[in-house]
């Protein structure tokens, strides 16, 4: 597992070259850690918590965890090229390099269903879906937790100039539209408590610039 972990990273690392700073390798780098961070904060929460007779304590597979981690911006459909199937990209790209098809489709399902889009579109599905893979409800926490604070600020003027489309006071609109909002899509306690503290410095960047900007 440690040399398929390692031969992901490295290809994560050069595949995300071709993206805007908004989502390069330092992201991915922030999500993985974030997500170690949530899942061992998580895992220390349950051993120490006393669960009622009929409670069941989830478990996570840390190496899932890993890779869906890294590979979660493999395919987004944001950067996909006119006519490119991206569906399926991490999943072929773990069985290429030796993964069962349990652990590339666990993968690939988690990396399809972290997005925002995703859950908008059908929030009932992601529910359902981290019953069957509680991993994802963690590398969706890291990956939203990256979209705001002060990194996720810097992320949303970033890719609106990348996009050349976006003004800044459109993406200062994006943050009321999204970013405010992902606070409360936090599935895991950890990322609910690492959220509010991010949130707050958005909605204090929110002000100082309705004050320079009257």
């Known amino acids: 597992m440690d040399k398929l972990i390692e031969v992901t990273r490295a290809?994560?690392?050069?595949?995300?070259?071709?993206?805007d700073a908004s989502h390069d390798f330092?992201?991915?780098?922030?999500?993985?850690?974030?997500?170690?961070?949530?899942?061992?904060?998580?895992?220390q929460?349950?051993?120490?918590?006393?669960?009622?007779?009929?409670?069941?304590?989830?478990?996570?597979?840390?190496?899932?965890?890993?890779?869906?981690?890294?590979?979660?911006?493999?395919?987004?459909?944001k950067y996909a090229k006119e006519g490119e199937d991206v569906s399926k990209k991490a999943k072929l790209f773990l069985l290429e390099h030796g993964a069962d098809?349990?652990?590339?489709?666990?993968?690939?399902?988690?990396?399809?269903?972290?997005?925002?889009?995703?859950?908008?579109?059908?929030?009932e599905n992601v529910r359902n879906l981290i019953l069957e893979y509680p991993e994802l409800a963690i590398v969706q926490d890291a990956d939203r937790l990256d979209a705001i604070g002060a990194v996720g600020i810097g992320r949303c003027f970033t890719f609106g100039g990348a996009k050349?489309?976006?003004?800044?006071?459109?993406?200062?609109?994006?943050?009321?539209?999204?970013?405010?909002?992902?606070e409360k899509m936090m599935k895991t306690e950890t990322g609910r408590k690492l959220a509010a503290v991010r949130t707050l410095r958005i909605k204090e960047f929110q002000s100082w610039w309705a004050e320079e900007t009257a």
């Open 101 to 123: 098809e349990a652990l590339a489709d666990r993968v690939q399902v988690i990396a399809t269903n972290v997005s925002y889009s995703s859950e908008v579109k059908n929030p």
């Open 164 to 182: 050349k489309a976006r003004s800044m006071d459109v993406s200062v609109e994006h943050f009321e539209d999204k970013l405010v909002k992902l």
């Open 11 to 19: 290809y994560v690392a050069e595949y995300m070259q071709q993206f």
């Open 26 to 43: 330092h992201h991915i780098e922030r999500v993985f850690k974030l997500s170690k961070q949530i899942e061992e904060s998580e895992r």
């Open 45 to 77: 929460d349950s051993s120490s918590s006393s669960l009622s007779p009929e409670a069941v304590a989830i478990t996570y597979d840390s190496d899932v965890i890993t890779l869906a981690a890294l590979l979660h911006d493999i395919g987004d459909h």
